[in-house]
């Protein structure tokens, strides 16, 4: 029974780290077929440890015992985040890349929402737009953890890189299921 037990909480424990998302507006069958899609960042309404981005930025050089300016620390990070996640997603998809094209069809803004102190945990939209327009095509929410151990920037690296890996299969799960209900439409 005790080995019961712990498999039961091992196994919960797995479930609650991984990364939760979720299909919250329109449809994932336009961006379907798509071989090229724009990738983009959007850190306008982040929130780092419950403080508007610039204030965390502030509080974290403030914070450091060298008094070195956290922004540029930040801003490498997340360049390094950014080509992590898309490496990381187009690992794990079949058919479709994610890269900086202004002239793809779509284009996918990963929206950046919360993080929190220690920078291992975040939440964020996915939106996927016709490039020029605002009008989304579908969003899909996530929570994204990383690791443990390490410095905000690096934190912050794993979160996102697990963040590209859990939306490469969510991706690859919803595309085999419109592919599925078109295959079907086909037949009739």
Request: glycine letters at 8%.
């Given at each position: ?6 498999l ?19 449809s994932?069958e ?12 959007d ?12 204030e ?18 930040f ?10 996640f898309?490496?990381?997603?187009n690992?794990?998809l079949?058919d ?8 793809a069809?779509?284009?996918?803004t990963v929206k ?14 996915y939106?996927?737009?016709k490039?020029?327009?605002?009008e989304?095509?579908?969003v ?18 794993d ?7 859990q ?7 919803q595309?085999?299921q419109?592919?599925k209900?078109q ?6």
């Amino acid at each position: 029974m005790k080995k019961l037990s712990f498999l039961i909480v091992a196994i919960l424990g797995c479930f609650a780290t991984m990364s939760a998302q979720k299909l919250t507006e329109g449809s994932l069958e336009p961006i379907y077929g798509q071989s090229v899609i724009n990738c983009v960042f959007d850190y306008s309404q982040l929130e780092a440890a419950g403080m508007p981005l610039q204030e965390f930025i502030e509080w974290k050089t403030a914070d450091d015992k060298n008094g070195e300016d956290f922004g540029p620390k930040f801003d490498r990070g997340v360049k390094s985040a950014q080509m992590n996640f898309m490496e990381k997603a187009n690992d794990k998809l079949k058919d479709v890349r994610f890269a900086k094209k202004d002239n793809a069809e779509y284009t996918l803004t990963v929206k950046m929402l919360t993080i929190d102190k220690p920078g291992r945990e975040n939440t964020c939209e996915y939106i996927f737009t016709k490039t020029g327009s605002t009008e989304p095509v579908a969003v899909i929410t996530m929570d994204g953890k990383g690791g443990r151990f390490g410095s905000f920037t690096n934190l912050m690296n794993d979160a996102f890189k697990d963040g590209g890996e859990q939306f490469g299969d969510f991706l690859n799960k919803q595309f085999k299921q419109i592919a599925k209900e078109q295959k079907k439409k086909a037949k009739k």
